[in-house]
């Protein structure tokens, strides 16, 4: 993922005298492959899975013997499969080019089947093995598990009986990328595991999490390693909290069969927030291969003092306005129960125990139905510990922040004070900023497309491993016991930054949340 110092070996036929672009996209273009997607007709297939596909087309990063198997329940046709399919990219990407979409369609295929019977994985295998002769997919598989989680244990085991995975070792291989939610708690996470490494092998398994895809999660790792200045003060010596919020403006939408049995802290917290969590707090890896970074990531979560439940505040929006428009509560939305308890707003104060940490409060914050669409990281630097300043002229410095802004207006701010010019200048906080849209012209990759290319090269830095997974449920499973065994989640407004117990999280210590 972070290039490493020499140029890798595929990028090594190239000509040296080659131009950059095109050894990057030799070093990045996948051996020849099929990749076969379980729930093709569904959601993230439209949305997300085939228009990232197709931008990697169009970028010439996908192999030339490239082949893509749909299925799911629905009788389609390959054309109708195709149809739906090109509507998708000019819905969720731009109308692609005749052209340019027409040699990417050929190589789109469609099976219907029921997941749970052999049949379909006979079908499947005799498919795949006529798209190795003609087409050339030298039997590389990629699997795309793009199904609820009960489905994906048929699936594994399937595949396994059907001997569509390779050993890891032969010449070709197989892999499946999973979806998330990964399990709806320790228990169930652990069960899926086990059901897929009875046909995988862990080295064949990723994890998604699309917040590891994000360009500027990807850049959190170079600006904190890449970078000196900031190592010397990234501890307990220098900064008083970490806050990281991603808060939503939109409500539930269509998704209410999904999200009552989720809520926000199963949906968000347990994934997102925790990556974003572990990216920011582990210590630097040896090297920067995948297993050094997992590794250290999972730490992170390992140090993390077990959570007690006044560590944590659930919430749920009430009807109220966002954006100048009126909107319903979460009780009144479609779908949901009347009398539901699910949280749509979750904050957690956490301690990670260890000699870089010890007494820094990381304070997660996610909720549906708040002011702005912003993800943010802020670290909340020590105020200066002599403050002459303030003796000086009455004015009580503020201490410096530093803000990573992970989507939207992409960017990272630091915040320090000034004198305002004049004989008797007060001081002022001003910012020095990086913003991606001005320092860098391209148009980054969205993370769908970075992360199934990772999966086909065979890179799983960015996909969350066995113990990660399983670390990150055994944070939140007291929490979520807690919170099944009584009460009900404060309501706040719509519109609103959460429930007054997220303020009180942090007031108790005499802080405050940043809001974007
Ligand atoms: C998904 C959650 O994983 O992430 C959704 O299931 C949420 O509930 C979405 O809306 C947010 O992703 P992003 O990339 O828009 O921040």
């Avoid at 140090?303 to 009430?318: L, M, T, W």
């Avoid at 497309?449 to 939140?476: H, N, Q």
Wanted: charged share 25%; hydrophobic share 40%.
């Amino acid at each position: 993922m972070i290039a490493p110092p020499s140029i890798p070996a595929a990028a090594a036929a190239v000509a040296p005298g080659a131009p950059l672009g095109e050894r990057m996209r030799s070093a990045r273009t996948p051996e020849p492959l099929a990749m076969v997607i379980f729930g093709a007709t569904g959601d993230l297939t439209r949305r997300k899975l085939v228009p990232a596909l197709y931008r990697l087309a169009r970028e010439r990063l996908l192999p030339d013997s490239f082949a893509v198997v749909g299925i799911a329940r629905d009788e389609l046709s390959a054309d109708e499969f195709r149809e739906r399919m090109r509507a998708a990219v000019e819905e969720f990407d731009e109308a692609p080019e005749p052209a340019e979409w027409e040699r990417f369609a050929e190589r789109l295929s469609y099976l219907s089947g029921e997941f749970a019977r052999p049949e379909c994985f006979l079908a499947l295998s005799r498919r795949l093995g006529e798209l190795d002769r003609e087409r050339g997919t030298a039997g590389n598989r990629l699997y795309y598990l793009a199904v609820p989680p009960g489905i994906v244990d048929d699936i594994a085991a399937h595949l396994g009986e059907a001997g569509l995975v390779c050993d890891p070792e032969s010449p070709c291989w197989s892999r499946v990328i999973v979806e998330k939610p990964f399990g709806r708690d320790l228990a169930s996470a652990r069960a899926l595991n086990e059901v897929l490494l009875r046909s995988f092998d862990e080295r064949q398994v990723y994890r998604i999490d699309h917040y590891l895809g994000k360009e500027t999660v990807q850049n959190l790792l170079v600006f904190r390693f890449a970078n000196v200045i900031w190592e010397p003060v990234w501890n307990r010596n220098y900064i008083d909290n970490v806050q990281i919020t991603v808060s939503e403006t939109v409500g539930v939408e269509l998704r209410a069969g999904y999200y009552e049995r989720s809520g926000a802290l199963r949906d968000m917290v347990q994934s997102h927030l925790l990556q974003l969590l572990m990216v920011v707090a582990m210590e630097p890896p040896a090297s920067y291969d995948a297993e050094s970074i997992r590794s250290e990531k999972v730490k992170v979560l390992r140090g993390v003092r077990p959570v007690s439940p006044g560590d944590a505040v659930r919430g749920q929006y009430a009807a109220g306005v966002v954006a100048g428009a009126a909107v319903s509560g979460y009780r009144e939305e479609r779908g949901v129960a009347p009398d539901s308890r699910t949280d749509t707003f979750a904050a957690l104060r956490l301690c990670v125990e260890n000699w870089r940490w010890a007494g820094v409060p990381f304070y997660l914050r996610t909720g549906k139905r708040l002011p702005e669409k912003a993800t943010e990281i802020t670290v909340q630097f020590r105020p200066a510990p002599h403050p002459i300043l303030d003796t000086v002229q009455g004015d009580c410095p503020a201490p410096n922040q530093l803000v990573l802004r992970i989507q939207p207006q992409e960017g990272i701010s630091l915040f320090f004070e000034a004198k305002v010019p004049g004989l008797a200048g007060p001081l002022h906080p001003v910012s020095m900023d990086f913003d991606y849209q001005t320092a860098f012209t391209g148009i980054s990759p969205e993370a769908y497309e970075r992360l199934l290319l990772d999966a086909m090269l065979g890179d799983p830095t960015l996909f969350a491993r066995r113990d990660e997974a399983e670390a990150a449920w055994a944070l939140v499973d007291p929490v979520l016991e807690a919170w099944e065994s009584g009460g009900a989640p404060e309501p706040y407004p719509a519109g609103s930054w959460g429930p007054p117990g997220a303020e009180r999280l942090l007031a108790a210590a005499g802080r405050e949340w940043r809001n974007a």
